[in-house]
């Protein structure tokens, strides 16, 4: 007997009650149980039938400690009944039940966001509630993409107290398993972290309010064994407090769980309401990291960037915040204007200290209007003048904080978070506007349109430089709320006021900043083109830094500058190499820039312009980690069907020893690719095969010596 392969898609079985969801590379499936529970059944290489899934049904009980239910691989495990392991969902009703007992009930394939989708929808099995899952499906990126959505028929108030996007399960097997994530601090984000995955659970989790520079919500999953290599991966879309939890049985079970943190939250769900959970994004993979890379950067770019911008280019920025801090004057910004279009730059951004009483960290934020002292003619004549350059024009802003000394705030002192009988908490001299007020939103929504419009301002970077603390809400209280709201509204309030200045100004850029990388994730990228990456401009740091980033986000969103940091000490193409792994960004001084330092840099730049649809849309592949052949090379490449790139780093020389040839990845065998070295001082052309690069690979033109560089184009003949 032959089987006809499933076809990419989402495919049922109405007599078994089984759903596949099958991608280029891989299949997941669940089914319904006789008794209406909604089983996992399968997630891992592509299957070719339906006739391949397992039936649905609980395994029988091993003990009076171990019951069926408790061992259950259930899609969306409730809190309830004779299960102790990974739960997504709690609820509170009226009467004081404090359990779920959710029953299968409808399944309908459809589209959603443009993606083939299915919804099932689970019902309480005696309360008005119901919980419906959706499933989306990119197949091209073996992506799948839950998020769960609860919905009250009741005529009283039900209290969710837990709602997670979704639970992974993982296939039991005899490889060990490792677990990688992210974590950090200021100046040191998005750092690769390993460990073994045994018994017990492993927790990253952000309850700050953002999404956090601790740890990042994505994780990775990987397997090595004398058959296989595969990874389950998964990025969580939000903004706010999460939590991903991956607990792992004595047998080597493993299930993921993640979305909302159930840390001092709960929801009221009214009769009639909904309420949605972020997106939890997930895939499998058998190509390593570098395949899950690939597969969340095309996602990012086709699915979650906002349009147009995510079909342009990202432009060459320039900030002044290192060059002029707080001392903020038209002139000053001119004179720094014109050196930033000398260089190539496209865009020009005046970071903080415009706006009224700011010569340092301790007022006006909240009054995002021009300082009539530093401009007196307001900011058009310089945005007029930075055009009248070639440039976009840009401004810093901090929606969401207000100093206490600021007239925002002594107009509304109310409009922070508080409790009335506690201290408020400053950090960084700010506190936090309650972004879940209408009143908030719309002030801000004003406000920001009205600064946009009236000084044609092309972009805006968003920052947010404390977390969250009080977070009390008395107005919401008296009205019979719930302030523990607070968590989720405040994400969605910064959601909503972005997305009204995306509808008011479609071609605005937007940068997500939260003392440097602290917001970034999948979710605040649906409303902004880029992240800044870190404060840590260091280009040592950043090659670690940038590394892990690039495990999650595209390199058009990571915006890298080239700064004074290392300047004198390291050379100018190592500065500029770096920082062009991303969005090139310029960030130093260029008023003690000299005319040797100018002229390069805007070599750089013009090399950067030429191979840029490259660098931030093509296919990334890190070759060899800084983590790794003890930290001396370190070497990137992006691939089209056409073209390559490729940058490689010298970041010391230990021994004095000659470097293993580099061998290259993605490239045609047959294909004969014109090979030019840049960066070095005398440039290098020669012809070779795709084979020859990837079996072979590539001499790196280091003579002895650290901190050196090259740029390696490769073009199909």
Not at 82 to 103: H, I, N, P, S
Not at 187 to 195: A, D, F, K, N
Not at 554 to 572: E, F, H, I, S, Y
């Amino acid at each position: 007997m032959s089987y006809t392969p499933l076809s990419t898609g989402i495919h049922a079985d109405p007599t078994r009650r089984h759903w596949a969801l099958v991608t280029a590379q891989s299949t997941y499936a669940f089914g319904v149980t006789d008794n209406g529970l909604l089983m996992h059944l399968y997630w891992g290489p592509r299957l070719v039938s339906l006739a391949d899934l397992p039936p649905a049904e609980l395994k029988p009980e091993r003990s009076s400690q171990e019951p069926a239910l408790a061992k259950a691989t259930e899609e969306y495990p409730p809190f309830g009944g004779l299960r102790y392991g990974e739960t997504a969902a709690k609820v509170t009703f009226a009467d004081g039940t404090r359990e779920l007992d959710l029953r299968f009930a409808t399944a309908e394939i459809t589209v959603r966001d443009d993606l083939p989708a299915i919804l099932v929808t689970l019902q309480d099995a005696a309360y008005p509630l119901t919980v419906q899952l959706c499933y989306k499906v990119d197949g091209e990126n073996d992506l799948v993409i839950r998020s769960a959505t609860f919905t009250s028929e009741a005529n009283e108030t039900i209290r969710i107290e837990r709602a997670f996007s979704a639970v992974w399960h993982l296939p039991r097997q005899y490889a060990p398993r490792t677990l990688t994530t992210l974590a950090g601090q200021w100046l040191g984000e998005t750092r690769l972290q390993q460990r073994s995955l045994v018994a017990g659970t492993a927790l990253i989790e952000s309850r700050r309010g953002i999404t956090g520079a601790t740890a990042n919500p994505w994780f990775a999953i990987e397997s090595t064994s004398e058959t296989a290599t595969e990874i389950y991966f998964g990025a969580l879309a939000w903004s706010g407090n999460w939590v991903i939890r991956a607990t792992t049985d004595v047998t080597g079970a493993t299930a993921v769980a993640g979305g909302i943190h159930e840390h001092d939250f709960s929801w009221l769900l009214q009769s009639g309401e909904s309420f949605t959970t972020p997106e939890f994004v997930a895939g499998f993979a058998q190509d390593g990291l570098n395949g899950t890379r690939r597969r969340l950067h095309r996602y990012t770019r086709e699915q979650v960037l906002p349009k147009p911008q995510a079909l342009q280019p990202r432009p060459v920025l320039y900030n002044s915040w290192e060059a002029t801090f707080f001392d903020v004057t038209e002139e000053g910004q001119r004179k720094l204007a014109e050196r930033a279009a000398r260089l190539g730059v496209e865009l020009f951004v005046v970071d903080d200290g415009w706006f009224p009483a700011r010569v340092n960290d301790h007022a006006g934020l909240g009054d995002w209007r021009p300082d009539p002292v530093k401009f007196p003619r307001g900011l058009k004549p310089l945005s007029e003048y930075v055009k009248s350059l070639d440039m976009q024009f840009g401004l810093w802003v901090e929606p969401e904080m207000v100093n206490a000394d600021s007239d925002l705030y002594r107009a509304h002192p109310d409009w922070i978070y508080h409790f009335p009988t506690r201290p408020r908490s400053e950090a960084r001299n700010q506190l936090v506007l309650n972004m879940a007020r209408a009143d908030v939103q719309a002030y801000l929504i004003e406000v920001l349109d009205k600064l946009v419009a009236e000084n044609g301002i092309d972009f805006l970077k968003w920052d947010m430089n404390r977390p969250i603390s009080e977070p009390g809400w008395s107005d919401e209280i008296e009205r019979g709320g719930e302030a523990r709201e607070i968590w989720v509204r405040h994400a969605l309030g910064v959601y909503a006021v972005m997305d009204a200045l995306r509808a008011n100004h479609p071609d605005l850029i937007i940068e997500s900043c939260s003392s440097g990388g602290s917001r970034a994730d999948l979710g605040i990228l649906r409303r902004t083109d880029q992240i800044w990456t870190s404060d840590n401009t260091n280009p040592e740091a950043r090659l670690f830094i940038q590394e892990g980033f690039s495990l999650v986000f595209p390199a058009r969103v990571m915006v890298a500058w080239v700064t004074d940091q290392g300047r004198g000490l390291l050379p100018v193409a190592y500065r500029c190499h770096v920082s062009m792994l991303g969005t090139l960004g310029i960030g130093g001084n260029l008023l003690h820039w000299n005319d040797e330092e100018m002229n390069e840099v805007a070599d750089w730049i013009t090399i950067y312009k030429e191979i840029r649809p490259l660098v931030q849309d093509g296919d990334q592949y890190w070759l060899l980690s800084p983590h790794a052949t003890h930290g001396e090379v370190a070497a990137v490449e992006y691939v089209t069907t056409e073209e390559s790139v490729v940058f490689a780093f010298r970041r010391a020389d230990l021994f004095g020893e000659p470097l293993p040839r580099l061998r290259l990845l993605k490239l045609q065998p047959e294909a004969s690719y014109r090979v030019e070295i840049l960066g070095q001082n005398d440039s290098v052309s020669y012809q070779a095969s795709g084979a020859e690069l990837m079996g072979y690979g590539l001499s790196l033109p280091f003579k002895r010596g650290p901190f050196a560089s090259c740029i390696v184009r490769l073009r199909k003949q």
